[in-house]
C-alpha cells in the first residue's frame, strides 16, 4: 500500500505559478508516479508522468508550462506549474502504480491522493 498526500494547491491569478507536492509513504523509486486534474463537469484527465528512468510525458496543452520531478530520498513528486491559465483550473491528483507508466482507462493507477484544489481566474 502507498498513502499519497498532496499539497500546494491554491488560487492564482492567470501567468501565475504553482508548485504542487505530493509524499508518498513509501520508497516510490520503482513506480510510475503521474499527475490527474478534473475540472467541474469534465473527466479526470492524466497530466504528466514521471517513470523510474526519469522519462517524462505531458499531455499537450501543458507541454512547456508544466514539469514534472521526483526527489527519491523524500519520497515525493512534484508538479511545477508555469503560465497558468483558467483551462488549468480544477482538482489535481497525484497518482502512482508499481512498474511502467502505462495507464488507460481500463487500466488506471493503484494509488491516488485525496487532491488539491486548483483555481486560475482570469
Known amino acids: 500500500q502507498v498513502q499519497l498526500l498532496e499539497s500546494g494547491g491554491g488560487s492564482v491569478q492567470a501567468g501565475g505559478s504553482l508548485r504542487l507536492s505530493c509524499k508518498a509513504s513509501r520508497t516510490i523509486g520503482d513506480y510510475c508516479m503521474g499527475w490527474f486534474r478534473q475540472a467541474p463537469g469534465q473527466e479526470r484527465e492524466e497530466v504528466a508522468t514521471?517513470?523510474?528512468?526519469?522519462?517524462?510525458r505531458y499531455i499537450d496543452p501543458v507541454e512547456g508550462r508544466f514539469t514534472t520531478s521526483i526527489d527519491n530520498a523524500a519520497n515525493t513528486v512534484f508538479l511545477q506549474m508555469n503560465s497558468l491559465n483558467p483551462e488549468d483550473t480544477g482538482m489535481y491528483y497525484c497518482?502512482?502504480?508499481?512498474?511502467?507508466?502505462?495507464?488507460?482507462?481500463?487500466?488506471?493507477?493503484?494509488?491516488w491522493g485525496q487532491g488539491t484544489q486548483v483555481t486560475v481566474s482570469s
Open positions: 497518482a502512482a502504480s508499481r512498474g511502467v507508466c502505462r495507464w488507460t482507462r481500463g487500466a488506471p493507477p493503484n494509488y
Open positions: 514521471i517513470d523510474r528512468f526519469a522519462n517524462r
